[in-house]
């Protein structure tokens, strides 16, 4: 396989909460007082969703914020990190749990627009008149939408503040979980997809079901202004641990996921516990 490069962007940053529950609703106000902070200097904002355990937890506790309705939710844009390669509905896509954690009400009663949510294709999808039935024709249908909002004015940068990279916004927050074996979105340690080029890559043979997914690359991920790694349990503790040391990318995929401005570790103490 290609190996991965070593990660750019910013160094990381480790916030430890006391247990699961603090974790999620500290990274929710976080995420909340962050658009917000967005929104006082540029339009739209692009955030990225993850799945996983702590990050639908974290979507569920944004839900139930007073601090939801301070966001103008009709210049936010949604994308998702990865997704499990299943129907449209199916409740172990990312998207169907995202929906009904968070997503959902945010386009019934707070004015996000359904054109902003931007899930990776199901399979048996149709897109531009052609079904969806391979990882690979989800991921380049994906790219194409993520090259449709790259280079807009809010693609406009802090000097120095440039990545080379593929054709995608600049995601202002993007949200990673984090696998006991230290994969984030769907890269996992060894996997030929760490080496992908281009903005997503069709996955076949993930170790965790299912099989088939579809991720961002790294490439993708290195053009966001701020990654947050959220991550909660003593399964946990042992790569993140590593990542934050700089394990080799290979080995620890989320060593890789930096952010050009922030690169935010957000942890329970679980998870925190090995970490020196
Ligand atoms: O399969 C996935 O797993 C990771 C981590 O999940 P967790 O339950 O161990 O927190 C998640 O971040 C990723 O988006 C998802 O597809």
Redesign the pocket.
């Known amino acids: 396989m290609t190996a991965a490069a070593a990660p750019g962007g910013a160094a990381p940053l480790a916030v430890v909460h006391p247990g699961p529950e603090v974790l999620a609703q500290a990274a929710a106000a976080r995420l909340l007082l962050r658009v917000l902070d967005v929104q006082s200097v540029r339009a739209p904002v692009h955030l990225v969703l993850?799945?996983?355990?702590?990050?639908i937890r974290t979507l569920a506790a944004v839900a139930d914020s007073p601090l939801r309705d301070a966001v103008d939710w009709t210049q936010v844009h949604l994308w998702w990190?990865?997704e499990?390669f299943l129907a449209d509905g199916d409740p172990d896509r990312?998207e169907t749990q995202a929906r009904d954690a968070l997503v959902g009400s945010l386009v019934a009663r707070s004015g996000l627009p359904e054109a902003h949510v931007h899930a990776m294709p199901a399979l048996g999808a149709v897109v531009d008149g052609r079904s969806v039935d391979t990882p690979e024709e989800s991921a380049a249908a994906y790219a194409a939408e993520l090259a449709r909002h790259a280079g807009g004015p809010d693609d406009a940068g802090e000097p120095g503040d440039a990545p080379d990279g593929p054709p995608v916004p600049r995601f202002d927050v993007l949200l990673?979980?984090?696998?006991?074996d230290g994969?984030?979105?769907?890269l996992f340690p060894g996997h030929v997809a760490l080496g992908a080029t281009g903005a997503t890559v069709g996955v076949h043979g993930s170790p965790?079901p299912p099989p088939e997914?579809v991720s961002l690359t790294f490439g993708a991920i290195g053009r966001a202004r701020e990654v947050w790694v959220v991550?909660a349990g003593a399964e946990k503790s042992g790569p993140a641990a590593a990542a934050l040391a700089g394990a080799p990318v290979t080995e620890v995929p989320a060593a890789g996921a930096r952010g050009t401005a922030r690169t935010l570790w957000l942890l329970d103490a679980a998870a925190a516990s090995t970490a020196g």
């Open positions: 993850t799945g996983g355990t702590v990050g990190g990865d499990r990312n990673l979980g984090m696998g006991p994969h984030v979105a769907s965790k997914r991550a």
